[in-house]
């Protein structure tokens, strides 16, 4: 079996809803981010054996398997193709499994991973009510077998993230305090230069959007929750990952790859994998999923130098720390998607791209990447930084 390696990582800036990005074709967008790519390691791209990006919602100009159209509008050789991975907020990450293991198992030596979504343009769950003109609700409600394993009770990430923070005894001010902090490190890192080597520039735009540097405990205290309080609401906008525009490639390759090429490795993928939990809950299984790539790896959680753990919403990433013990200090120390956003499709590549940069940064060697995802689902990857 072959090692896989990550030879080089990059990302658009991440724009906010309505921003500077959002009348991108998200084609553009992903072809942005693998022109770059493919320019900065200086590859021949016919070498390239496959394109697979992540994207969700892939209607209207998303659809059509966006992997390919990406890299056909980069301008880049026809005989490359492309697969577009859904795995909901995970699909990015599920792209960079899904070059590793092709370059493992010896049937890939170079592929482009990432993921692209334009959610000004295609609205999050566009795709969830799309059914309805054909006279379906929801993917789930016409179900007879989700009917009868889960009935018709309200399925929403709202309410998984309400049910996070009750069942965890997460208070609202606990929560606003973890949002604050994300957006506090998000503006130090942007101040520090610390996202400079992993963004590349579009259309003038050079830094991500989304922080905001007016914001304040008062600030967030005055939003009202985003479900009614009678059903258990307590999330607020404040304490959940911001809609958002970006694309974000990674070049992944076999031993045998980096020899033939000549290319110098910046990270090992040292383990990946996926773990599912509560449907319902949806929004745990990042929990169980930690503990099982850790033991499956061999590893211990102080063998991790940097994690990357998805602020789909505070109550999340609280849950998670809770659970887990980890060391607060080690996890999103860049800020996450409650101040960066969460362009769903690009997010798991783009916290691959960030935590390789931050390890490089900080001279860490060890890196955990997790996020929960539509389903009840999660996935891990472990990344081993290469002196």
């Not at 193709?81 to 030596?109: K, L, M, N």
């Not at 795709?127 to 889960?150: E, I, N, V």
């Not at 996202?195 to 009202?224: H, K, N, W």
Request: charged residues 20%; negative net charge; contains cysteine.
């Amino acid at each position: 079996m072959h090692d896989a390696y990550i030879i080089d990582a990059v990302r658009t800036p991440v724009g906010r809803k309505g921003g500077a990005l959002a009348q991108v074709h998200p084609a553009d967008l992903g072809a942005h981010a693998i022109s770059e790519l493919i320019e900065r390691v200086g590859i021949d791209p016919a070498a390239v054996d496959d394109v697979i990006f992540g994207c969700v919602d892939t209607i209207g100009p998303q659809a059509g398997d966006i992997a390919r159209t990406a890299w056909l509008a980069a301008g880049l050789p026809e005989s490359v193709p492309g697969v577009t991975v859904d795995r909901q907020c995970g699909s990015s990450q599920q792209a960079v499994h899904f070059a590793a293991q092709a370059v493992r198992s010896g049937t890939a030596g170079l592929v482009v991973a990432g993921g692209v979504q334009n959610m000004s343009q295609i609205p999050i769950g566009a795709a969830m009510t799309a059914g309805q003109a054909f006279g379906h609700d929801d993917p789930f409600g016409g179900s007879d077998g989700w009917r009868a394993r889960y009935g018709n009770q309200e399925l929403s990430q709202f309410r998984a993230a309400d049910m996070i923070a009750e069942k965890w005894g997460i208070a609202r001010a606990e929560m606003e305090e973890y949002a604050l902090a994300s957006h506090q490190r998000a503006v130090a890192a942007i101040d520090a230069g610390h996202f400079a080597a992993e963004v590349t520039r579009i259309r003038g735009v050079a830094a991500d959007e989304c922080p905001r540097r007016d914001t304040s405990r008062a600030a967030m205290a005055a939003l009202p929750p985003l479900r009614p309080p009678e059903l258990g609401g307590v999330i607020t906008a404040a304490m959940a990952s911001q809609i958002a525009d970006g694309a974000a490639a990674l070049l992944i390759a076999s031993d045998r790859a980096v020899r033939e090429y000549g290319l110098w490795p910046r990270a090992r993928i040292a383990h990946m994998s996926a773990r599912g939990d509560d449907p319902v809950l949806m929004l745990t299984a990042p929990i169980a999923a930690t503990a099982h790539a850790l033991r499956v790896a061999g590893m211990r959680l102080a063998d991790i130098d940097m994690f990357e753990v998805n602020e789909a919403f505070a109550s999340v990433v609280l849950a998670w720390l809770k659970e887990t013990g980890a060391d607060p200090r080690r996890v999103n120390v860049s800020g996450g998607a409650i101040a960066l956003g969460h362009p769903l499709g690009a997010t798991g590549a783009r916290l691959v791209t960030t935590l390789l940069h931050g390890l490089e940064r900080t001279n860490g060697r060890y890196g955990l990447v997790t996020m929960c995802e539509g389903g009840g689902q999660a996935n891990v990857t472990i990344i081993e930084r290469l002196a």
